[in-house]
């Protein structure tokens, strides 16, 4: 019904720069939130930067001065600018969309299936 594509990932020296996207697609009445999420090695998954329909966003306190995040409701899409980046921010990251199908029913949870992001020299 939905899927949620991200791209962007890759390996990076230290204090470098990645800009993660990530499209939803299919059956999609309205998104309510859009939001990134990271797992790293023998870590438990993560809130990194969530954005709402009206634009109001928050942080992870980690990434807070780092990382940007911003969306283009047209597109449904939702982007991730990383700067500064450190080892400890190696993970894979994960999209996260809350959306309608119908003007009236209820919103549900997609996943993408994640993107790798290492950071290393």
């Known amino acids: 019904q939905v899927q949620l594509v991200e791209s962007g990932g890759g390996l990076v020296q230290p204090g470098g720069s990645l800009r993660l996207s990530c499209a939803a697609s299919g059956s999609i009445y309205s998104i309510s939130r859009m939001a990134w999420y990271r797992q790293g090695p023998g870590k438990q998954r993560e809130l990194v930067a969530g954005i709402n329909s009206g634009g109001a966003t928050g942080y992870a306190d980690a990434v807070k001065g780092r990382f940007t995040i911003s969306r283009d409701s047209a597109k449904n899409t939702v982007y991730l600018q990383m700067n500064g980046l450190k080892p400890d921010d190696t993970a894979v990251y994960y999209c996260?969309?809350?959306?309608?199908?119908?003007?009236?029913?209820?919103?549900?949870?997609?996943w993408g299936q994640g993107t790798q992001v290492t950071v290393s020299s």
């Open positions: 996260q969309s809350r959306l309608r199908h119908t003007a009236w029913g209820p919103s549900y949870d997609y």
